[in-house]
């Protein structure tokens, strides 16, 4: 029974969001902190140091941690603002149970407890054990992901569990792993400034991966040349030396058109592909016939830019790639990204200082969330579930028989269809809003209606844990103490600040208190998250993101240590692929021959124009928690329209009028952001907001076939001039869901 | 040591407010931010530029102010107005060159970029310099920025006949003789004159 207990504005009235704008007990008290503790922003990949003020077990404040060589000190918004989620009024501080027609009523820890675990073992009794499913963030520690993993595998034994992270970098991850062998970033971020020429692909670094900018730009003073790809002039873009605004879902016309003019011009290296890759031949044949007036029509910008853009990238000595979610949202996201590596491989520019390429991780703990088991397809140290070696090995330090662990189960989408068809009845979910962030927001409300049990752990009452059965208060980040997986596969430690809130528990502490009651407590018997670190070490050993030789000692000593690491006096590896030696037994890399296909929906008569979505720098994610800080909020209070002059004149659209942009499946009210630096045929809408401010009620739940990514960044619109909504929704705080 | 210098490089520049959510973070401002950081015209472009305090060399607003309100300290800083003597005049707000003093009626006082004297005083860095993720705030010696960076600090400025020394750098493009800005009305139509380049995606496709 898993709907809406009173209307979604009584919720919000209870529980928030609210903005948060001043620091516990006010600007006036705040006074000098207790202590400083160095740790890591909770938002992005970037994974920035910085050091929390403590005072009387409250964060009151930041201090940049200039020694943390990642960032030295600097920060984005969210990570200046972040330490306000700890003063928020909306903080959950009891277990809650849904009551009809009342809302949510506080309940106690066991009783909480007892009746998830019940409603698991009946569902399953019911229904099979697939029938509960798991699904879980991100944004977790490697510790969590790791027990997260192995809660669904050995305590509630379904093989339904996946994460968050199948929205942000699986089309990367697993292009790398077909090309490499290996999913990571190929090289560390210091690599970037000691190239010549740096494509940035489907990347608004500025807004999410600000840190990254300040190493383009060191590249640029060395004299590097910038090119970036992009439907919208992102503010990269503006002073970079070439800007390619291509079509949304147009990337592989530009990487193979590009590649058929260094082939034309000699600016390939034959030998480094001879001796070092397989596949070489197919591409060469493939993109022959893809000239640059063939690139052109596809990606909707002029061949010109292609040829340019080639002349750049071809004769350079060095160069680094960087792609991210632009590319890598769509149906063919692991194509685009295969297309991109293959214009990297053909110069032979990998494993050496200045050389390489990175995909630019979105989450907390995008890289490291995506290694330690919480996959419907994978085991801890990105091991495969259908591998009998991989699960052997995992079974043996679990201590369960191998044929217990499940096989390989559904992926997020394919998970929602089957709850929507009735398939899975019962669902856990962690650290995951997917009532903002899914796509097809309308199908997802459906979905979940049809549960019998929901259960959600949260710290906020996020628009998803609307419709729970029973909601179980976590902890933020500053509350415990563990590990995540920067965007170089750097290995960084995040200390625990201050306590949860009397009445809010660590997630971990809430896992294993419900494995203990299905019956696995033996193998939940962890002290603390470090006992769960130490057996994440032996689980990882041997696999490809080897964690065995690093410590959290090591990580604070050396200020993270990259993987692999396989011992103690491993120094760890921050540059992969050195030799050059691939990730496959063979120890080479894989070109695959790309050819472009349409996106699942473009447009037509009917709905004309394309939407892209993405996201703004003042909000993370599905906006849980920006979207309750104040300065944030008030940075970008809602979403908006960004639509270019000429096609807000078609449709009698002006600055500041509220546009509907309609797809088959849905349509948001917002607010037209009237400018030339987008495309004339594309809109686009941050995609932070919940309701009907959601961009996601018109994106497309179609996926890519290998990696389950959905199409974020195309779906066929059409628009209209619309009055303010006035309903209640709209009527509420920007931040809730409502307008300015 | 080297002396530590304030650089703006404005072509760095991402918009991204950084610098704006942590002057507020100040312990000495509660809440309130100094730092300026213009939108130029989002209709056409996504350019945005921070401005703090300049830190005259001989400042406008303290020799303007009808109170003495305005003290520069022995290190060439220019501070906020003095609460007791703040006439809330506005004289500073319009005679800046630079457009930096506010006049907040909630509290009747002009306040202003204090070069957070308050962290830098003490050998700290200041806040919007430090976090800035794309260093277009940059608080550094002078050799390191002419070790690192093509463009050339400057910090003097003339404004129609009057030159203007400061103690904050900008970063410019080599090459770049003097710095003579003039002013351009932003919706008056006088901007068509200024230089101006196209940042209309529509004009990039129709390239041949």
Redesign the interface.
Same mark, same amino acid.
């Given at each position: 029974m898993a709907r809406l207990p009173v209307p979604v504005v009584d919720l919000v009235k209870r529980f928030g969001p609210h903005a948060q704008r001043e620091p516990a007990g006010g600007w006036s008290t705040r006074g000098e902190p207790d202590r400083l503790v160095k740790t890591h922003c909770c938002f992005c990949g970037q994974q920035c140091g910085i050091q929390l003020k403590v005072k009387a077990d409250k964060v009151i404040g930041f201090e940049p941690w200039e020694d943390f060589p990642f960032n030295q000190g600097k920060l984005c918004p969210k990570g200046v603002k972040r330490y306000l989620q700890d003063a928020s009024p909306d903080r959950l501080l009891s277990p809650l149970e849904r009551v009809e027609g009342e809302g949510f009523r506080e309940i106690a820890w066991d009783a909480a407890l007892d009746r998830v675990a019940g409603e698991i073992r009946r569902i399953q009794g019911q229904h099979g054990p697939d029938a509960f499913a798991v699904l879980t963030g991100a944004s977790l520690t490697n510790e969590k992901a790791y027990l997260m993993g192995k809660f669904a595998r050995v305590a509630v034994r379904t093989a339904n569990i996946d994460y968050n992270g199948r929205l942000c970098m699986v089309s990367a991850g697993a292009a790398s792993k077909k090309v490499f062998g290996i999913d990571r970033s190929a090289n560390p971020w210091s690599d970037i400034p000691k190239a010549e020429a740096i494509l940035v692909a489907g990347s608004n670094v500025a807004e999410c991966a600000p840190i990254t900018t300040e190493y383009l730009w060191q590249a640029r003073e060395n004299g590097a040349k910038l090119i970036v790809l992009d439907p919208r002039l992102t503010p990269i873009a503006r002073t970079v030396d070439l800007f390619i605004p291509v079509r949304p879902g147009g990337d592989i016309g530009v990487f193979n058109a590009m590649l058929h003019v260094m082939i034309e011009r000699g600016w390939i290296d034959r030998r480094f592909l001879a001796e070092h890759t397989t596949g070489w031949e197919t591409v060469e044949e493939t993109v022959r016939r893809y000239t640059p007036e063939v690139g052109a029509r596809i990606a909707g910008v002029p061949p010109a830019l292609i040829v340019k853009a080639a002349e750049i990238w071809g004769p350079a000595h060095s160069s680094f790639l960087l792609h991210a979610r632009g590319i890598e949202h769509h149906t063919k996201g692991v194509e685009n990204c295969l297309a991109a590596l293959n214009i990297v491989l053909a110069t032979g520019r990998i494993g050496r200082e200045g050389c390489g390429y990175a995909m630019i991780t979105g989450q907390g703990n995008g890289q490291g969330a995506r290694e330690q088991g919480q996959k419907c397809d994978q085991l801890p140290g990105s091991r495969d579930i259908e591998n009998p070696e991989h699960r052997r090995t995992i079974a043996e330090v679990w201590g369960v028989p191998e044929p217990s662990i499940p096989r390989k189960g559904l992926s997020a989408v394919p998970l929602v269809e089957a709850i929507h068809d009735g398939r899975i009845k019962g669902l856990l979910l962690i650290c995951f809003n997917p009532m903002v962030s899914l796509p097809d927001q309308r199908f997802v409300g459906e979905a979940l209606e049809r549960l019998e049990h929901f259960t959600v752990i949260d710290f906020f009452l996020s628009e998803t844990a609307h419709f729970a059965d029973v909601v179980l208060p976590g902890s933020l980040m500053e509350e415990d103490e563990g590990t995540t997986t920067n965007v170089e596969g750097r290995v960084i430690h995040h200390r625990r600040a201050v306590p949860p809130p009397a009445g809010a528990r660590e997630d971990w502490r809430i896992i294993c208190d419900l494995a203990a009651r299905l019956g696995a407590g033996d193998k939940f018997a962890y002290r603390d998250t470090r006992a769960i670190f130490e057996e994440l070490r032996v689980a990882s050993r041997g696999g490809i993101s080897d964690y065995s030789g690093i410590t959290w000692e090591r990580i604070d000593a050396e200020k993270g240590v990259f993987w692999p690491c396989p011992s103690i006096d491993h120094p760890g590896t921050p540059r992969l692929y050195e030799g050059p030696r691939f990730g496959h037994p063979d120890g080479k890399a894989h070109l695959h021959a790309v050819e472009w296909r349409p996106a699942a929906e473009e447009p037509d008569q009917e709905y004309p124009v394309i939407l892209t979505t993405g996201r703004v720098v003042a909000h993370y994610l599905s906006g849980t928690q920006t979207r309750r800080i104040g300065g944030l909020v008030d940075q970008t209070p809602e979403p908006y329209c960004e639509i270019h002059p000429r096609l807000a004149a078609r449709h009698g659209i002006a600055k500041d009028d509220f546009v509907k942009v309609e797809s088959r499946r849905g349509a948001v009210i917002v607010r037209a952001l009237v400018t030339t630096t987008i495309r004339p045929d594309t809109v686009f809408v941050p995609y932070h907001w919940p309701l009907t401010r959601a961009a996601n009620r018109c994106t497309n739940r179609a996926i890519d076939p290998v990696s389950n990514i959905p199409e974020f960044k195309v779906c066929a619109v059409r628009l209209s001039r619309a009055e303010r909504p006035d309903d209640a929704i709209a009527r509420l705080a920007p931040e809730a869901g409502g307008v300015r | 040591m080297a002396e530590l210098a304030f650089f703006i490089d404005y #072509?760095? %520049?991402?918009? %991204?407010?950084?610098c704006?959510?942590?002057c $507020?973070?100040c =312990?000495t401002h +509660?809440?309130r931010s100094m730092i300026h950081l213009e939108v130029i015209e989002? =209709? =056409? #472009?996504?350019? &945005?530029a921070p401005q703090v305090c300049m830190h005259c060399k001989d400042p406008i607003c303290a020799r303007v102010c009808p109170a003495d309100a305005i003290k520069q300290t022995p290190d060439g800083v220019t501070q906020s107005a003095l609460k007791p003597r703040c006439i809330g005049c506005s004289n500073c707000v319009v005679a800046c060159p630079f457009g930096v003093p506010r006049y907040y009626a909630d509290i009747d006082q002009m306040m202003k970029c204090d070069y957070c004297y308050d962290r830098t005083s003490v050998g700290k +860095?200041p806040?919007c310099a &430090? /976090? %800035?993720? #794309?260093?277009a705030l940059a608080f550094t010696t002078l050799e390191e920025i002419q070790r &690192?960076?093509?463009g050339k600090p400057v910090a003097r400025f003339t404004f129609g006949e009057e030159a203007v020394e400061t103690k904050v750098f900008v970063v410019v493009p080599e090459g770049t003789r003097d710095l003579r800005p003039s002013l351009v009305q932003i919706g008056a139509g006088s901007e068509r004159e200024a230089p101006h380049p196209s940042? =209309? /995606?529509?004009d990039?496709? $129709?390239? &041949?």
């Open positions: - | #072509s760095r %520049c991402i918009g %991204c407010r950084a704006v959510q942590a $507020e973070e =312990d +509660r809440g989002r =209709d =056409d #472009s996504v350019q &945005t +860095r806040m &430090t /976090v %800035c993720p #794309s260093q &690192t960076r093509r940042y =209309d /995606v529509a990039l496709l $129709e390239q &041949t």
